[in-house]
């Protein structure tokens, strides 16, 4: 009778799942492996193989294990062929100019890379040399990295932009999951990885609140409570998980945004990729003229519209979750200068000047636009005048 690879036996005795376990953690790395190779066994003694079976016990977290994975698939496009003890600082170096020109000729990328992205690929790199023996003194003396960039500040749509992008949204049912994917991003302050790391057990909505945990928090001064506040983005939960309901999800460990598989299949155990919704996402950007558009912005934009609503910078900390200093300092601006207007508003004898962000937190489902458009082709869908547009 043959045995099941994954079965353990009574008292482990002749237990072939522990016997592989062994031989997994057993087997070598070697420098004369290709780093395909190598990051397959490096990556695999870091991860616990569940079979289908969602569990928190991990030695890394599945967002460490995702970035890996990608850093590692982009590595391979140029060192595939080469084995770890071949490889020297002059193509670390050449991997940096190539992979920050996208140069054809060294390898298949589909776009450019930023130096802090490229700094982690090598890193990876690296750090399978390092495992298997194959990084040496020669390679610390003679690599360079690149030096480290502090990113620019972020987009923010401005109101009559975020109008736009919202009711343009609304008006095609190919666009709705955009649609509610926005709503609950300008409400709630989530990120792209935040998003897509949500579970059914993170959301209680008759609680009216969201919880933001480890998985897809960038660090762990962003693991938050959110709070629901609005019949809008309540219905735009509601939308999501009816939409991850008739995908396959379920439990509480499910995603909200299961990963599609093939076909009209999905795994509610497994995240929706960060290219899951690049299709109607790019429809949209050129619909609305907003070309710039990345689903990182709408974190940027729902804080901007705090800030512009004269919101205490230590209450979008606590909404948005942790803010570098520059970023804290480029929204306490933008808040100070809403302050600025209500003084000037109460002691100056003048009429309150337009504030952008004065309805962030209103909602009006029968609301009358103020700028023209399209009208929904669904009339029972309530529409974002009031989102920061007001």
């Known amino acids: 009778m043959k045995r099941n690879p994954d079965q353990h036996t009574l008292g482990h005795l002749h237990c072939p799942a522990c016997e592989r376990a062994i031989a997994l953690q057993a087997e070598e790395l070697s420098p004369l492996m290709t780093f395909p190779e190598a990051f397959d066994i490096w990556i695999g003694q870091r991860v ?4 289908g079976i969602w569990s ?8 460490s294990e995702r970035d890996l994975r990608q850093y590692a698939r982009a590595a391979s496009k140029f060192f595939g062929l ?3 003890s071949e490889i020297h600082a002059g193509h670390l170096r050449e991997y940096q100019r190539a992979r920050a020109l996208c140069d054809a000729s060294c390898g298949a990328w589909e776009k450019r890379a930023g130096a802090n992205l490229i700094r982690k690929e090598i890193q990876t790199v690296i750090r399978v040399m390092r495992a298997a023996g194959a990084w040496t003194q020669r390679h610390e003396e003679a690599f360079e990295p690149l030096a480290t960039v502090n990113n620019d500040v972020p987009h923010a749509m401005t109101p009559e932009e975020q109008h736009r992008w919202l009711h343009v949204a609304s008006s095609r049912e190919a666009w709705r999951v955009i649609y509610w994917w926005s709503l609950l991003a300008l409400q709630t302050t989530a990120a792209t990885n935040e ?3 949500l579970r059914f057990g993170d959301i209680f909505i008759s609680q009216g609140i969201l919880q933001v945990r480890n998985e897809g928090a960038k660090n762990k001064f962003r693991i938050r409570t959110v709070p629901l506040q609005t019949p809008e983005v309540i219905w735009a939960l509601e939308g999501l998980m009816e939409r991850a309901r008739q995908m396959g999800a379920s439990g509480p460990h499910h995603y909200l945004f299961p990963i599609h598989v093939t076909g009209d299949r999905y ?3 497994r995240p929706m990729t960060a290219w899951g919704l690049r299709k109607p996402w ?7 003229n907003l070309d710039w558009l990345t689903p ?4 940027h934009t729902a804080i901007t519209r705090m800030a512009e609503a004269g919101v205490p910078i230590q209450v979008i900390m606590s909404f948005a979750g942790h803010i570098s200093p520059r970023m804290q300092q480029h929204y306490t601006t933008i808040s100070m200068q809403a302050k600025r207007r209500w003084a000037a508003a109460a002691w100056a004898g003048s009429e309150m000047p337009y504030a952008p962000g004065a309805g962030w937190s209103a909602y009006t489902p029968h609301a009358e636009p103020q700028h023209p458009g399209p009208q929904s082709e669904h009339p ?3 529409l974002p005048y009031a989102v920061g547009c007001r």
């Open 48 to 51: 616990i193989e569940n079979a």
């Open 56 to 63: 928190n016990a991990r030695y890394i977290s599945e967002r």
């Open 82 to 84: 080469l084995p770890l």
């Open 195 to 197: 998003m897509r790391a």
């Open 267 to 269: 795994d509610p155990l």
């Open 282 to 288: 790019d429809a949209m950007r050129s619909a609305t």
């Open 296 to 299: 990182y912005d709408l974190r």
């Open 380 to 382: 029972g869908w309530p």
